[in-house]
């Protein structure tokens, strides 16, 4: 069978290469793809643009696709499931409403609210007068997002009450971020450490896949501006046994349940962005209606199972029989971004470097453009290079190696991605 995947970034890298290496599989079509994943043996790039319905519907079509898989969350919030399924052709997404969990903020916290789902305190406001005096009345740090999409970079974690005011005020202004800004939520601050928990699901089973921790903050030390992430690591060892079991009792499975209790069939992949204190409970502090960027590209390394087959068992609601297989290696992906990012930065640049080896690494495109024969960036996170070792420090370690052999113009990164998981295993070996 021939399969699509849709998306042009890291994670549509990732998935289409993960899905390329599936026995059933003849071609990787992805849409539009990257010169990345042109490259990869078994996959070919469709000149498609992911809102183009029609046309990603026709292809299908025309190639006898037996599955598409959509990456990104534009075309799931804008209905492509619903598209795909009036066309009676297979989509592995989330339909339109079950996307609102990522699509709307605050759809996602009155669900949460409503089913007893661990989360943060909240109020949405579309009055800046109001929100003031909320976030006044609570006091900082406290925590602003933007009601809608905005590249993952919709939030700001205020450290003081004048900067949360004024992140409340660039964003109903529309300012920052657009009609997505119009309502925001404003919440509370959660402490702790961060995972990410990210599932399959068939609306009536969710099946974990390997626990990951992302670095959202852009500078090392897990400081500076909101990002989509600046890379990660999987497994994370934060998420012990009881807390994974804690997390799948109290988050994953009421989630399934509750949106099936509303009407609404959850059928694809589902992130978990967590916060886990230091008790060891998890709250929810968001939803992804796909899977994590850059989570995919380590845990895609890490899955021994096949991803086609997994996507079709959850079509045909049968992931009860599934049980998923991962390596027992560490993979640790390092994000390389144009300078500047995720504000302004400049794009064009040669990139060089690409070429080279080094064991226990692949690299997956995210930012990039051919040019004559050159690979140019052409975004704000450019490249993910993911490292495999028996410990955190000797993937992290393999795959700064291979970040050392790349360079081009402005090009940005943290240099202590997986500095948690280190010092944890230097504690305790």
Not at 1 to 25: D, F, I
Not at 32 to 41: K, L, W
Not at 376 to 395: D, I, K, N, P, Y
């Amino acid at each position: 069978m021939n399969v699509l995947v849709v998306g042009a970034g890291g994670r549509e890298h990732a998935l289409a290469w993960k899905a390329s290496q599936s026995t059933r599989v003849e071609t990787v079509f992805v849409a539009p793809g990257n010169p990345g994943t042109a490259a990869e043996s078994g996959c070919q790039n469709v000149d498609i643009t992911v809102d183009d319905f029609t046309a990603l519907a026709n292809f299908a079509v025309s190639k006898d696709v037996g599955l598409t898989i959509v990456g990104p969350e534009g075309p799931l919030v804008a209905g492509i499931r619903d598209f795909f399924d009036a066309r009676g052709l297979r989509c592995f997404a989330p339909s339109q409403q079950a996307a609102q969990l990522e699509g709307s903020k605050a759809f996602s916290k009155e669900f949460l609210s409503r089913h007893d789902i661990p989360t943060g305190r909240y109020e949405t406001f579309s009055s800046l007068a109001d929100a003031e005096g909320y976030i006044r009345a609570e006091g900082a740090p406290i925590v602003i997002k933007a009601d809608g999409l905005a590249a993952g970079k919709g939030v700001v974690v205020a450290a003081t009450v004048d900067e949360a005011v004024d992140a409340a005020r660039t964003m109903l202004s529309g300012e920052r971020f657009g009609d997505a800004g119009k309502e925001i939520v404003v919440e509370e601050f959660l402490a702790g450490e961060e995972a990410s928990f990210i599932v399959v699901s068939d609306g009536e089973v969710a099946l974990p896949f390997a626990s990951s921790q992302d670095h959202k903050a852009r500078d090392v030390g897990d400081t500076g501006p909101n990002t989509g992430g600046m890379g990660a690591y999987s497994p994370a060892p934060v998420v012990s046994d009881d807390i994974h079991r804690q997390i799948m009792e109290t988050i994953i499975d009421p989630t399934i349940q509750g949106m099936d209790a509303d009407g609404i069939r959850y059928q694809g992949f589902l992130y978990a962005g967590l916060m886990i204190d230091n008790e060891g409970v998890a709250k929810v502090i968001e939803f992804n209606c796909r899977f994590g960027d850059p989570e995919a590209q380590p845990v895609m390394m890490r899955l021994e199972s096949d991803l086609v087959e997994l996507c079709q068992r959850a079509l045909d609601t049968e992931l009860s029989t599934v049980e998923l297989s991962f390596s027992e290696e560490v993979a640790l992906g390092v994000v390389l971004a144009s300078g500047g990012y995720p504000d302004d930065y400049k794009t064009g640049h040669e990139i060089r470097g690409l070429v080279q080896h080094v064991d226990g690494t692949k690299l997956f495109h995210a930012g990039t453009r051919m040019d004559e024969g050159r690979v140019l960036t052409a975004g704000g996170r450019v490249l993910c290079v993911v490292g495999m070792g028996g410990s955190v420090r000797e993937a992290q370690a393999r795959a700064y190696r291979r970040v050392e052999g790349i360079e081009w113009k402005d090009m940005y990164y943290r240099r202590d991605i997986g500095y948690r998981a280190v010092r944890r295993e230097t504690v305790h070996p």
